[in-house]
Each structure stands twice: as C-alpha cells, then as structure tokens.
C-alpha cells in the first residue's frame, strides 16, 4: 500500500530524531530551524507478533515482515501559510501525506533552543493547526468564486460544490478543522476529493524526556496535551525520541534488555507505528508456505481479489478463489491439516472482504 503518514511539528521538537529512529535512515537533526528542508521518506516494518508465530507453525525459508511509510517534513512557523519559513513548500508536502502525526515538545532542554523562546506544548499545536486551517481557507477562497459564477447558471454540480465549500468555509473560520464538521455521508465523500489539510486524520506524538517516562503523571505539558488531544478527537503517543533513536540500534535482545530497565513493555515507536497504521484504516492479511510467511498491507473494506492484486495483479486478473483460514483459528489449531480438518478452512469468492489476520492462498488461473 502506498499510503503514508507525515510527520510534522514546530522547529526542534524532534521530529528528525523521530523519524532517525524509525527509519534509520540518518536525517539530518539540528539545532537550528529548518535543519531538514526536503522532506525524508522511510519505510518502517509494523511490528506484528503474529507474523512471529506464523513462523514458527511453518519453518519457512524466509519471513517478510509489511512496511509502513512516514515522510519526515520540515518544521512548520507561525505565518508558513503566509510563506514564512519556508511555509508553503512545507504545506505542499503536507498535501501529498495521507494522515498526520504532530509532534509536540513536552520536555525542558536549555540547549535545544525554542523557535518561539518559550516550551508550550498546546501553543505549538495550535500554531500548526491553524496554519493548516488557513492554508485550507486559502484554497477554498482560490475555488469558490469560479463555483458561484457557474452555480448563478443552474450548474448542479457548481452548486453542490459551493455549498459544501460554504460551509467548510464557515468552520474554518470559527477555528474548526474540516474534521470537526457535521457532514452527512455524501458530503463526506466528496469533502476527501477536496485534499484539505484540515480534513486528514491525525494524532499527537508527546515527546518526553527520558527520565518522564518511568513517570508520565508527572509531566505537566504531557497532561495539557492529552486534555487537548481529548476534545480534539485524537490519540497521543508517548515516546522520548532520544530513547527510541537509541532503541532503533540495538538488536533484538538487546532492546528487549533495554525497555525492561526502563520499565516499558514494547517501544514508543512500536506504539506510534501500529496506531498510524489503524488510523489509516489499514490491516494485515498473511501467507505461509514453506519458501515463504509474508505480511500484506490492505485498506480495510478491499475485497479478496484486490487483496490478491496487492501480491501481483495477474492474481487480481485470473482470481478463482480465497483458501482463507482466520490467524486465531489457526494457531488453536496448531496447523493448517488440522485446521481444514475442524472446518475452519474457507473458499471464498469475489465478493469476500478480507479481516485482519487473515491466512490465505489465493487461487488463480491467467
């Protein structure tokens, strides 16, 4: 799946160190605004124990964990919608991301410096908010008069358009995002053609020091964030970016030893990636045989032939049918022989929609 999600913040909050440690990739991190000016794509494995356990059922030749990608995009400015700071590159790049993780500094560092002087997590948040809503009023004040004048001549569609633009409009600007609005089904539909900023899913990434992390109900900023992230609808990860960039060049069991001196059960990292993942709207269909056990990525609501073309499109093409076992019935019945053999082995037709943990081999004839 080529879906993506950005990751995006005010200067120096850590989002370079962030993406550092999903991807390994060695972005450039600064002490100085606009240490990235390109925006940096990596791809990261989603953590799936199941992918594990599938493994050990099959002793195949090779396991191929899915990927997820994030675009690590230059911090935004107060005043990016206007150009400043290089803002409307920024906002572009934005644009071509499917959903949005924020991060928000929720530490205190004398020498990392603050673009606005001063640590003030809800302030950050609301400065990159509003610059979204303002580059989505810019966009929508760009389309909206063509519309009316084709509106004024009986077009039908011109006057859909003008009038779910209206009252997106109207939103804006009493400072709710386009995914705070009411919309009925339809309008919902065609509010995603739009590609508003405002209108993408998104979630807060708190980045802690390391010390917080032991004791979270300690961190004053983390709880403002929370409270905000509450009644704006949207999930906070906790991670120290330090800590995960550190994490991210451990190996296996080193990690584990790691993440258990600091009390933690699995890594924020880990946390972040599988709740973008589901934000997305994504999950996970495996194979296994003795060559091969693989994750896929599919969009939830795909059926089992574009399920098959995630593979290769002949599959999609010459589809037959879906030799489909749940994960669950599976693993209780310790392989696949016995599981056709409690019945919980299905075919399935064109019209299946794939489930999460899904086990299949798809028949095909090109």
Known sequence: MSLTAGIVGLPNVGKSTLFNAITKAGALAANYPFATIDPNVGIVEVPDERLQKLTEMVTPKKTVPTGFEFTDIAGIVKGA????????????????????????????????????????????????????????????????????????????????????????????????????????????KAVKGLHLLTFKPKLYVANVAEDDLADLDNNEYLAAINEYAAKDGAEVIVISARVEEEIATLEDDEKEMFLEELGLAESGLDKLVRASYDMLGLATYFTAGEQEVRAWTFKKGMTAPECAGIIHTDFQKGFIRAETVAYEDLMNAGNMVKAREAGKVRLEGKEYLMKDGDVVHFRFNV
């Open 81 to 188: 919608s206007k150009g400043e700071g290089l803002g409307n590159k920024f906002l572009a790049h934005i644009r071509e991301v499917d959903a949005i993780c924020q991060v928000v500094r929720a530490f205190d560092d004398d020498n990392i410096t603050h673009v606005s002087g001063k640590i003030d997590p809800i302030d950050d948040i609301e400065v990159i908010n509003m610059e979204l809503i303002f580059a989505d009023l810019e966009s929508i004040d760009r389309r909206l008069p063509r519309l009316e004048k084709m509106a004024k001549q009986k077009d039908k569609d011109a006057m859909a358009e003008a009038a779910l633009l209206t009252k997106i409009k109207e939103g804006l600007e009493n400072d709710m995002p386009a995914s705070a609005i009411d919309f009925t089904d339809d309008e919902k």
